[in-house]
């Protein structure tokens, strides 16, 4: 199934028109809201709840295990006999340390800006798909718009398995879903996977000077640490490049190491994380069997000098690869409603491979940039919400399928 009609190129600034104070109320009143991912996300779900009841619009909740956090998903044109999902994150990353001269919940309009944590990543897009509701409920178009709020994305994209589990007992089969992260608005069909894990070990203290009776945890884990780097190493030599990415094959890194007490004591303790970032295409899995397989080599010998001494591992998060078309429907749409002839491939991770893998062709494409992101003074040009204004505003005139 495509959509029609084709690509045209996108509007100049001064063709685009202002953003519209209600859409702007929005994304304000949800920029203002703290949802680090440490906290609840609870007061944002409930205010999109609310807003979408005054409509007539019955949300589908999910929480976590705690009740302390909810995904949402709601029909925007119930009875119709597929949809197109509008899929957005409601937490964000936090700002401690950052140097900012805003207050970074302030929601400031300064300069053709919008200022504060999440405008650009993501409430931008969030709060013009909400102001854009009641014409989707309206619309003449053949299929519905469905609306994905999750939570804890930025630490895991732990909450969307949830909604989507949700999404399926509910008999709702999308036709397609369309991820709004910052991609200036130039629809994207690609991203690395992002896999992260903790590895624990556990040696046998002693005095430094009695070596011989110990297992020192620093030196075995830092064994490991070394193969993660020849098999960094190993992919930026050897992996067949996929063009268009900043650094086009996979990756592997230690982000954090702790471990030992004192100078003159043999460390019984340590601990690293570490991540590999895979091309599309490329077995996560299969590396880091690779490195568990490494570490039990390792500890036959551990274990002759203490039986408790070894490797254990943790699962941090596992957010797949994404890989889309520019041949999909779903990516054609986005660029018609984008108004752009291009696509492109980001570095950053979403639950694009996400809904891909539950079978729901999906694309990327949302305002502003990632290089706005996580910083300091985060913001989201104006100029960008025209455009996912107009990007709104055309999906609930898509009156044909073919």
């Keep these: 199934m495509s959509f029609a009609p084709s690509p045209t190129l996108a509007p100049t600034p001064a063709t685009l028109p202002a953003v519209s104070p209600r859409a702007l109320e929005l994304i304000q009143a949800l920029v203002r809201m703290n949802t680090v991912s440490d906290n609840s996300n609870l007061e944002l779900i409930h205010f999109v709840r609310d807003e979408l009841a005054r409509l007539g619009v019955a949300s589908r909740i999910t929480t976590n295990a705690g009740k302390t956090k909810a995904n949402l998903f709601a029909t925007l044109g119930e009875g119709k006999p597929a949809g197109i999902i509008l899929s957005g994150h409601t937490d964000t990353v936090p700002w401690d340390g950052q140097d900012w001269t805003l207050d970074p919940l302030s929601a400031a309009i300064e300069g053709g800006r919008l200022y504060g944590r999440g405008s650009c990543d993501m409430k931008g897009f969030i709060g013009m798909a909400l102001a854009h509701a009641g014409d989707f409920l ?50 994207a069909t690609a991203h690395k996977g992002v896999y992260r894990y903790k590895c624990c070990v556990r040696g046998k203290e002693a005095h430094s000077s009695l070596t011989p009776q110990s297992v020192n945890a620093i030196e075995m884990a830092a064994r490991v640490v070394g193969k993660l780097r020849d098999m960094a190493e190993g992919f930026e030599a050897n992996e067949p490049r996929y063009e268009g990415f900043d650094v086009p094959f996979s990756t592997a890194s230690v982000g954090q190491f702790h471990g030992g007490i004192a100078d003159n004591v043999v460390p019984r303790d340590a601990e690293f994380r570490y991540e590999f970032r895979n091309l599309p295409g490329a077995d996560a899995l299969a590396m880091q069997q690779e490195i568990r397989a490494y570490a039990e080599r390792a500890q036959p010998a551990m274990k002759k000098v203490a039986p408790d001494a070894g490797f254990s591992f943790e699962t941090i998060c596992e957010v797949p690869a994404f890989l889309g078309s520019a041949g999909d429907d779903v990516t054609k749409l986005a660029q018609r409603l984008a108004g752009s002839r291009e696509t492109t491939l980001v570095a950053f991770g979403t639950e694009a491979g996400i809904f891909k893998g539950a079978g729901i062709p999906t694309v990327v494409c949302g305002p502003g940039s990632i290089t706005q992101a996580h910083q300091p003074d985060e913001f989201v040009s104006l100029e960008q919400l025209a455009r996912c204004q107009e990007f709104m505003a055309g999906l609930t005139k898509t009156s044909e399928l073919r």
């Design 138 to 187: 309206n619309s003449q178009a053949p299929f519905a718009v469905h609306l994905a709020l999750s939570y804890d994305e930025e630490v895991g994209c732990l909450g969307v398995r949830g909604l989507i589990a949700d999404m399926k007992d509910a008999g709702i089969a999308p036709l397609a879903c369309i991820v709004g992260e910052p991609t200036s608005m130039v629809p």
